[in-house]
């Protein structure tokens, strides 16, 4: 089992930025992909990145790319998502994932945090 909290979420005016945490605890953290989602009310869950073990390889969703950044540290057993220029819509709930590989499919993720709030007001 490994266990995900996510942390870092809240309100910011569109332009601002914002760091999330996930910090993970239980099996070995390096064995795993890491990845974020996200989502908004009455959406899908959707990919939003994913960092490879030991976090050589990153990827993101199109309307991300240039303005969020994910890197992990692997001696504090954390993955973070550097969230720049926000806009309202990446307004959502993010949740980090734990993974066999950094793939943009939800079902490819073993483990799951609780989320946390992202608001971005125009």
């Known amino acids: 089992q490994v266990q995900l909290v996510e942390s870092g979420g809240g309100l910011v005016q569109a332009g601002g930025s914002l760091r999330l945490s996930c910090a993970a605890s239980?099996?070995?953290?390096?064995?795993?992909?890491m990845g974020w989602f996200r989502q908004a009310p009455g959406k899908e869950r959707e990919f939003v990145a994913a960092?490879?073990?030991?976090?050589?390889?990153?990827y993101y969703r199109d309307s991300v790319k240039g303005r969020f950044t994910i890197s992990r540290d692997n001696a504090k057993n954390t993955v973070y998502l550097q969230m720049n220029s926000l806009k309202p819509e990446d307004t959502a709930v993010y949740y980090c994932?734990?993974?066999?590989?950094?793939?943009?499919?939800?079902?490819?993720?073993?483990?799951w945090g609780q989320g946390t709030q992202v608001t971005v007001s125009s």
């Open positions: 239980g099996r070995t953290f390096s064995i795993y992909a």
């Open positions: 994932a734990a993974g066999r590989q950094p793939t943009e499919v939800t079902q490819d993720y073993d483990y």
């Open positions: 960092v490879s073990w030991p976090g050589i390889r990153t």
